[in-house]
């Protein structure tokens, strides 16, 4: 499927829109100032999407969550382990963490973050699309990147040989925690979402 | 020392003695390495989905069990490999994301276990070791002057089949 630049240009700004939403939750929860980056959109054969995020083999926090409703799609929050790391000791308070000595209240803070997050991002493209987007329950998975990531391109793949990725890079004010929020929807939604925003855009 | 010869998702790849193939982190995905000890050549197809039919792309043949491990065949038999001596090692099918109300939506790293299976019997190709399951990532390597498959995860240790 080939896009134009316009639409290039709108998905970027979708990406904006909802990450920026993202970010300023996440600012509030934390009590710290977040930056994030200008959103990266693109094409993407699936063998390459986890070099995205520096390497298949790179050990990941990502929180899963499946969108339907006008839209159908996935949306997935990926931090680098020492970022979730610290994202947990600032939310759930104690030492510093390590990976095998979460606990279930740990684990099912970075799911809320997940929660919280994403119901920011989608909340803001439903208001600038007028579309409906519905979340699932997040889903949990401390792994390889590439294991979490073609999990969760396992959903596109049935329809597609590529993945459509946008893609926002997020910081914090001391460079404690950095993360990626990928919103994949799939191939049909993608019709439908350039059609909501291309309203929008023109007007 | 041969080299390693790096297979992505959705992709399949063919290494002779003394080369070896790996693919890093499968996940749901499932990877299905064949080999012929007499020719000492390797396959090892990196699926991620297991049927073409229900799939409305399917430009990529790579990236279905039932079409991948027929062309892994014919792409080794090209290298010198005797179907009727080719045994299967797989690997992967992870159920990766834990929920927390339990639900089981991402039930298909079991269906691309039991694709890969039937497909195998279909042709005849026994499978000799097997590494599947769980909700844990792997990264396996093919070495072809021995067949022996080395997985790598990263809290479950490392070990060979």
Avoid at chain 1, 59 to 85: M, T
Avoid at chain 2, 95 to 121: H, T
Avoid at chain 2, 148 to 155: K, W
Wanted: hydrophobic share 45%.
């Amino acid at each position: 499927m080939e896009l134009s630049y316009l639409q290039l240009d709108a998905l970027r700004e979708v990406g904006n829109i909802g990450a920026g939403n993202a970010a300023t939750a996440l600012s509030q929860i934390l009590n710290k100032k977040i930056t994030m980056n200008v959103p990266r959109v693109f094409f993407l054969p699936f063998s390459q999407v986890p070099d995205v995020v520096g390497g298949a083999e790179n050990i990941v926090a990502g929180v899963y969550l499946k969108v339907s409703g006008d839209v159908s799609g996935s949306l997935l929050f990926l931090l680098p382990e020492e970022s979730a790391l610290a994202l947990v000791s600032m939310l759930v308070g104690g030492d510093k963490k390590s990976r095998l000595g979460l606990s279930e209240l740990d684990k099912s803070a970075l799911m809320e973050i997940g929660n919280i997050l994403s119901g920011a991002f989608l909340n803001a493209l439903g208001n600038f699309s007028n579309l409906i987007f519905l979340p699932s329950i997040p889903g949990l998975a401390l792994d390889m990147a590439g294991a979490v990531l073609s999990t969760v391109l396992i959903e596109t793949g049935e329809k597609s040989d590529q993945a459509l990725v946008i893609e926002t890079d997020f910081v914090d004010e001391d460079t404690s925690i950095k993360g990626h929020i990928f919103l994949l929807p799939d191939p049909v939604s993608l019709k439908v979402l350039l059609k909501a925003i291309g309203e929008n855009v023109d007007g | 020392m041969g080299k390693v010869i790096r297979v992505g998702m959705a992709d399949l790849g063919i290494a002779k003695c003394p080369d070896s193939l790996l693919t890093a982190g499968l996940g749901s995905c499932v990877g299905v390495c064949l080999y012929d000890s007499v020719a000492k050549v390797g396959g090892l197809a990196h699926i991620m989905l297991p049927d073409s039919n229900s799939a409305r792309s399917k430009e990529n043949p790579a990236k279905f069990a039932d079409t991948a491990i027929p062309l892994t065949i014919e792409k080794m038999s090209k290298e010198g490999a005797v179907k009727k001596r080719i045994v299967a090692k797989i690997a992967g099918g992870a159920q990766m994301f834990s929920f927390s109300n339990g639900s089981d939506i991402m039930k298909i790293g079991e269906r691309n276990i039991n694709a890969v299976k039937r497909i195998l019997k279909e042709l005849g190709i026994a499978l000799v070791a097997e590494s599947t399951g769980g909700n844990y990532g792997r990264t396996i390597e093919l070495k072809t002057d021995t067949g022996i498959l080395t997985i790598r995860t990263i809290d479950h240790g490392t070990w060979e089949i």
